[in-house]
């Protein structure tokens, strides 16, 4: 397959003038005094889009700070707790005047949106873990009932919107525990596996929906969506992202696989359509993430778009991106509704943008792509024992990939001569010839987990033109089996054993990690102490989850190796022990353990940590969603001390999503250099540009008050960077 990302040149690229500015819908902004920012996404169709124009392109420029919210949660240097930097990915909402969002320690707070004061601030209970990511919160009212539902760890809180005190009469004393309903007919313990929500869910009417952040690895709770009654916290109903006998797909996974498969799980959000009824969403692979021999088949519903009936969770419609996932190509942003003319017709459709760089366009009543996708067969071997790789998969003609598919030796990185040399060795050795290879031994290069898309979202506006976003980073990925590994792991001191078994899947077995996905720990001592590590692996902490299911002598043998704190009670590791879980362990908190696992799952990066492919790394996109023709691309975010060296702008990768105005304006952060821009949406052309006092890796919003238009951002850095804690407002002077 052709992929489109290649032979663009990028800034070259600017065919704007295909835009027809007067084909906009008409909406009136010039006499509103106050529109908020009231949903995840804008609306409930999740299109980041708003008709404000008083900021536009004639005055964007003249944009200034208008105020800050420090979240004032500064490290304490004495404290035996784990500190991690800063980091908020929270969108907030605005409704009646009064922002909201939440902090890096996940308190909930409400400031006057125009001025960043503060109103109150809700802190969770001491006790809960509070590790979870949150990208943002739900607003709920009915009368005088106005409440804020947000997620912390396995709970999820109702919260007075204006006194920000806890609705005790919401679930068990005004939470909900987020296990609920996922234990049906399982062999395990669902209770004591990671169950989080890093994006919050919907509401329909009274009904309040939401999907999961779960392990992907084989000690994965279920990704079933539930709804809630958004009053008493009721449990309304549930679906099974793994059907149960009886169930439409049952057929599609080995008998028993509901009992034991884990993820399957929506953790990226979903957005609803009132009038049809309907809630839609993406989901992500099963667990384990790259090793499927225990379930064959095509595996519905995993890393499918699908449809359900808002009120009573009925499947209306699904449509699945990959059969049988062994790539961990889970759909990472919430859909987004729209309508657009094809054919001659005007069509409401659901748009999902994936992690390799896809955009599926269908129909919101059907299913159906509006454009072609063509069923090919793909590669079945090299694949590892008792794997069954399925034999054909999906390939969309239209609108082609924003990211790379495969990695060629003409793609390898020419920054300089000594960067595409380290690359080129490291390339032989791997297969790279098809995006859906089969995971193997010998190691294959993939594009698809940094993105293409990612969690952050992208904008459609009234034309139906639609603004992605993209990474485009290669990564190495080698298995081994649970055999060879034991092998190796009888030379070994016990937690050198655990941490093997447990987090060199992501953090490498020479504990150096990939950058900001999975950080080093070689000096983690220097960091936390002892305490401090075993809190964060028995709480889990972003996209890591709880270990709390290990036993906690193996917790503290693993804190002790990562520390150098070994002593001789720490042995040598008999070939004949057992350091995964024993059967007892494995029925009571594992649903099972995978023939294989990921020996390297890492970046493929230069000898400098910059990607192994040519620039550039990151862009944002215009594509009309009309007919699929993209209208522009260009490179999104640089790296200073590369312009500084002449290398022509590189792009960043890029985490947090674009908003659109009426103004003609895309505003997105989210790039490493830690700035926010706006962008010209006809042209693609960069119109201003404000340094960040740290990331802003999150969605920023945009909504007037009082008759003044403000954007705001969440700079709370960190993701290799260093940490923030501000919510920064701009505004016209």
């Given amino acids: 397959m052709k992929y489109f990302f290649k032979?663009?040149?990028?800034?070259?690229?600017?065919?704007?003038?295909?835009?027809?500015?007067?084909?906009?819908?008409?909406?009136?902004?010039?006499?509103?005094?106050?529109?908020?920012?009231?949903?995840?996404?804008?609306?409930?169709?999740?299109?980041?889009?708003?008709?404000?124009?008083?900021?536009?392109?004639?005055?964007?420029?003249?944009?200034?700070?208008?105020?800050?919210?420090?979240?004032?949660?500064?490290?304490?240097?004495?404290?035996?707790?784990?500190?991690?930097?800063?980091?908020?990915?929270?969108?907030?909402?605005?409704?009646?005047?009064?922002?909201?969002?939440?902090?890096?320690?996940?308190?909930?707070?409400?400031?006057?949106?125009?001025?960043?004061?503060?109103?109150?601030?809700?802190?969770?209970?001491?006790?809960?873990?509070?590790?979870?990511?949150?990208?943002?919160?739900?607003?709920?009212?009915?009368?005088?009932?106005?409440?804020?539902?947000?997620?912390?760890?396995?709970?999820?809180?109702?919260?007075?919107?204006?006194?920000?005190?806890?609705?005790?009469?919401?679930?068990?004393?005004?939470?909900?525990?987020?296990?609920?309903?996922?234990?049906?007919?399982?062999?395990?313990?669902?209770?004591?596996?990671?169950?989080?929500?890093?994006?919050?869910?919907?509401v329909f009417k009274n009904t309040f929906i939401i999907g999961s952040s779960v392990s992907e690895a084989g000690d994965a709770a279920p990704g079933h969506i539930r709804a809630f009654d958004v009053v008493t916290g009721q449990l309304k109903w549930v679906f099974h992202t793994i059907p149960q006998p009886g169930e439409y797909g049952y057929n599609t996974w080995p008998p028993t696989a509901y009992k034991y498969i884990g993820a399957t799980n929506n953790w990226s959000g979903l957005v609803v359509d009132e009038k049809r009824g309907t809630v839609y969403f993406g989901t992500g692979s099963p667990a384990s993430d790259f090793y499927g021999g225990d379930r064959e088949g095509e595996n519905l519903f995993a890393t499918c778009i699908m449809a359900l009936d808002a009120e009573t969770g009925k499947r209306k419609w699904h449509y699945q991106t990959i059969h049988h996932d062994l790539w961990d190509r889970d759909h990472p942003s919430p859909p987004n509704l729209a309508t657009v003319k094809h054919n001659g017709k005007k069509v409401d459709v659901v748009v999902q943008a994936t992690k390799d760089g896809l955009v599926y366009v269908l129909d919101r009543d059907t299913g159906t792509s509006l454009f072609p996708v063509e069923e090919r067969p793909v590669p079945t071997s090299p694949a590892l024992p008792g794997e069954h790789p399925f034999p054909t998969q999906k390939f969309p003609l239209k609108p082609a990939p924003f990211a790379h598919q495969v990695f060629t030796e003409a793609d390898i990185t020419d920054i300089s001569p000594e960067a595409h040399a380290y690359v080129k060795e490291r390339f032989a050795d791997m297969r790279t010839d098809h995006k859906f290879m089969p995971p193997t031994e010998k190691g294959t290069i993939l594009f698809g987990y940094s993105g293409g898309a990612e969690w952050g979202g992208n904008s459609i506006d009234p034309n139906g033109i639609f603004y992605q976003n993209a990474n485009d980073d290669p990564w190495i990925l080698?298995?081994?089996?649970?055999?060879?590994?034991?092998?190796?792991?009888?030379?070994?001191?016990?937690?050198?054993?655990?941490?093997?078994?447990?987090?060199?899947?992501?953090?490498?077995?020479?504990?150096?990690?990939?950058?900001?996905?999975?950080?080093?720990?070689?000096?983690?001592?220097?960091?936390?102490?002892?305490?401090?590590?075993?809190?964060?692996?028995?709480?889990?902490?972003?996209?890591?989850?709880?270990?709390?299911?290990?036993?906690?002598?193996?917790?503290?043998?693993?804190?002790?190796?990562?520390?150098?704190?070994?002593?001789?009670?720490?042995?040598?590791?008999?070939?004949?022990?057992e350091t995964g879980p024993t059967e007892t362990a494995k029925k009571e908190s594992f649903p099972y353990v995978p023939q294989y696992v990921n020996k390297v799952w890492r970046k493929f990066t230069d000898q400098n940590g910059y990607p192994a492919i040519k620039p550039p790394w990151g862009t944002l996109n215009a594509i009309d969603l009309n007919t699929g023709e993209y209208l522009w691309r260009v490179p999104l975010g640089e790296y200073p001390e590369l312009a500084k060296k002449g290398v022509p702008t590189t792009g960043t990768e890029s985490y947090g999503g674009p908003v659109v105005t009426g103004g003609g304006l895309v505003f997105i952060a989210g790039t490493r250099d830690e700035k926010i821009r706006a962008f010209d949406r006809k042209t693609g052309q960069v119109v201003w540009e404000y340094q960040l006092p740290a990331g802003g890796f999150a969605t920023p919003i945009t909504y007037m008050v009082d008759g003044k238009q403000y954007v705001v951002i969440a700079a709370g850095g960190a993701r290799g960077l260093k940490g923030g804690g501000n919510y920064v407002a701009f505004a016209l002077p």
Wanted: proline fraction near 5%.
């Fill in 7 to 202: 032979p663009l040149a990028l800034g070259l690229l600017v065919l704007g003038s295909c835009l027809n500015p007067n084909r906009e819908k008409s909406q009136a902004v010039s006499n509103i005094k106050n529109l908020d920012y009231p949903v995840y996404g804008g609306n409930k169709a999740g299109n980041r889009y708003s008709p404000l124009n008083q900021i536009n392109l004639d005055n964007v420029k003249n944009l200034q700070v208008a105020w800050m919210y420090d979240t004032s949660e500064k490290p304490d240097p004495s404290s035996t707790k784990p500190q991690r930097p800063k980091a908020i990915q929270c969108q907030p909402i605005v409704v009646n005047g009064i922002l909201y969002g939440t902090t890096a320690e996940l308190k909930l707070f409400a400031l006057k949106a125009g001025t960043g004061e503060k109103l109150w601030i809700f802190e969770p209970q001491k006790d809960e873990q509070k590790f979870n990511t949150s990208r943002g919160v739900v607003y709920w009212e009915s009368g005088a009932d106005k409440r804020i539902l947000y997620s912390v760890g396995s709970k999820l809180y109702a919260i007075n919107a204006l006194t920000g005190t806890n609705i005790t009469s919401f679930g068990q004393n005004g939470t909900i525990d987020l296990h609920e309903g996922l234990q049906t007919n399982l062999d395990h313990d669902v209770s004591k596996l990671s169950v989080t929500a890093s994006t919050p869910g919907v």
């Fill in 478 to 577: 080698q298995m081994v089996s649970q055999e060879d590994r034991r092998k190796e792991m009888a030379s070994l001191t016990k937690g050198n054993g655990f941490y093997l078994a447990n987090c060199a899947v992501c953090h490498g077995r020479d504990r150096k990690g990939s950058g900001s996905d999975f950080p080093s720990l070689v000096e983690v001592g220097n960091k936390y102490n002892e305490a401090g590590v075993q809190a964060i692996l028995e709480t889990g902490r972003g996209r890591m989850p709880s270990f709390s299911h290990i036993p906690k002598e193996n917790r503290a043998a693993i804190v002790r190796f990562l520390l150098n704190k070994e002593t001789v009670a720490d042995k040598i590791i008999d070939e004949h022990s």
